[in-house]
């Protein structure tokens, strides 16, 4: 168990040790820390629920973006950023990810093939990235953009309108790609992004799959 994030205040919660009252940190459990038999009695019992993967909540906690990059954290290498589809779940809580996007500098050693992970190599400014609870997430910005350009067009959009609501901003995503000229997905990119934001739909909660 870890503490992540502020929750708001209860009055009562259904299991002391895993979400005291008050106003505190969210406390996150991982599978590993209290056996395979408990995890499944407290899901079942409606005490937590799954944020990602090994890693859960009280039902009644607060979810933030500092949680759910706790939930990935274990598949991130220490030298890895989390990008792309990955990272717009991790920002804006829509199309949580079947696997995990990493990304690692360009010509450095690649992490070892995981199931539940995808490892690319991109070169990105310091203004890219940010720290969000134990890990490296690229910025909401550079996610768009990345999104943008890398996702199949009907994913992609609802995607984007997920971060929309966390401060994505289509205009300065365009200009940006104006000095990306040559890179992969930019031309569609920014057909998309000169689309108006009202025709990319709503956002998805469901799993986002590769097109």
Known sequence: MALVAPAPDRTCTPLAWVDPPG?????????????QAAW???????VLRTVWGQLAIACDAAESA???AQAV?????????????????VHSGYGAPVRVDVL???????????????????DLTDGDVIELGPVRVTSVQRTGIDVARLLAPAAARHVLAGL???GFDPDAARRRLG????????????ALLACDPETWGAPQPGRIRRG
């Open 40 to 46: 499944f009695a407290l899901h079942r019992d409606g």
């Open 164 to 166: 929309l609501e966390v």
């Open 104 to 122: 690692v500098p360009a010509r450095g050693r690649r992490p070892d093939p995981h199931p539940h992970r995808v490892a690319c190599e991109a």
């Open 73 to 89: 954290a274990r598949l991130v290498p220490e030298r890895g950023i989390v990008a792309r589809a990955s990272a717009a779940w």
């Open 23 to 35: 106003a505190h940190p969210v406390v996150v459990v991982d599978a590993d820390d209290i056996g």
């Open 66 to 68: 500092a949680v759910r």
């Open 179 to 190: 000095t990306m000229v040559g890179q992969r997905g930019v031309r569609e990119a920014r």
